[in-house]
């Protein structure tokens, strides 16, 4: 073969931490069209990533931190979270850009996909007037803060869209201030959780 018939692929280093993040926003994205819902005009909040053990948890922030500009972890629902932003946005759904990323590890308290897991969409001032037009192929709406109340279509492999007023990042910022440096919660152990069967370590 003529070396100028060769051909390296050019690695993708997100990709390989978190899986093939632009199929999955394409997926979601057909999904919702067949469902009436076009997202072409919207912007992107975040990718979400699910992460079955918080070995894998601390594994996967501290690759994506090697790529990332700045990550602030906070406790939430009992357990940190990672909002990474990355130094270089990824190009997703036909040149969309996308800088940041969700990494949740465990509690599990229902079913949950790991891996990618969800994908943020900012809907913006027609927020509501977006939630009333489309309740019928909604799922349901999170409450997660006074500020942070997304509307969400669930998918049969446990997969979501969710649809933001404004970016969960941007409220973050608001309420906490600017995202600056690499900051981690101190001295976590993880938890046991305590089901209906008695409680059990998280898996590690």
């Not at 590890?105 to 027609?126: A, F, I, K, N, S």
């Amino acid at each position: 073969m003529l070396a100028a018939e060769c051909h390296v692929a050019k690695t993708d280093p997100i990709a390989e931490i978190i899986g093939d993040y632009r199929a999955f926003a394409a997926m979601q994205r057909d999904r919702l069209s067949a469902r009436g819902i076009d997202i072409s005009s919207y912007a992107l909040s975040h990718l979400a990533v699910r992460v079955a053990d918080w070995d894998l948890y601390v594994h996967q922030r501290t690759l994506l931190e090697r790529h990332a500009r700045t990550n602030r972890e906070k406790v939430w629902n009992g357990r940190p979270i990672s909002l990474l932003i990355l130094a270089e946005p990824l190009e997703v759904l036909d040149g969309k850009r996308c800088s940041r990323i969700e990494l949740i590890p465990p509690v599990h308290q229902r079913v949950y996909r790991m891996g990618l897991e969800h994908l943020g969409v900012v809907v913006g001032e027609e927020f509501d007037e977006f939630s009333r037009v489309r309740r019928a192929v909604l799922t349901g709406q999170q409450f997660q803060s006074a500020d942070v109340d997304p509307v969400y279509v669930l998918f049969e492999d446990f997969t979501h869209v969710k649809f933001y007023r404004r970016s969960f990042f941007d409220v973050v910022e608001d309420e906490e201030g600017g995202f600056e440096g690499f900051v981690h919660v101190g001295g976590w152990v993880p938890q046991r959780l305590v089901t209906a069967t008695g409680p059990n370590p998280l898996p590690r």
